[in-house]
């Protein structure tokens, strides 16, 4: 089991920035690919970014593509998301998964076996 427990949102001006971690507890996320997803409300959850085990490559939905930024530090077992330019759109829950299946998709939240409770972003105009 993996325990996912993500901090650093908040309400910030349009134009503004945070940064958002994740840090997993009950065993290591070394091994696994880990993303961030988000969802506000009346739509469906969406993924946001995402990188595999090692660190090397990143991938990102083109809503957020040039402003976000996601890492991972593996001997600290947390997951970050910097978030950059932020607009009133990018309001919403923010959440970060371990990716439990494999396959090249990112989207599909189907293939993540753990889940956060999430956090608020509010970005206000």
């Known amino acids: 089991q993996v325990q996912l427990v993500e901090s650093g949102g908040g309400l910030v001006q349009a134009g503004g920035s945070l940064r958002l971690s994740c840090a997993a507890s009950g065993r290591t996320i070394s091994t696994y690919a880990m993303a961030w997803f988000r969802q506000s409300p009346g739509k469906e959850r969406e993924f946001v970014a995402g990188?595999?085990?090692?660190?090397?490559?990143?991938y990102y939905a083109d809503s957020v593509k040039g402003r976000f930024t996601i890492s991972r530090d593996n001997a600290k077992n947390t997951v970050y998301l910097q978030m950059n330019s932020l607009p009133p759109e990018d309001t919403a829950v923010y959440y970060c998964?371990?990716?439990?299946?494999?396959?090249?998709?990112?989207?599909?939240?189907?293939?993540?076996?753990?889940w956060g409770q999430g956090t608020q972003v509010t970005v206000s105009s």
């Open positions: 998964a371990v990716k439990t299946q494999y396959g090249s998709s990112w989207y599909a939240a189907w293939q993540y076996g753990y």
């Open positions: 990188v595999p085990s090692n660190g090397y490559s990143t």
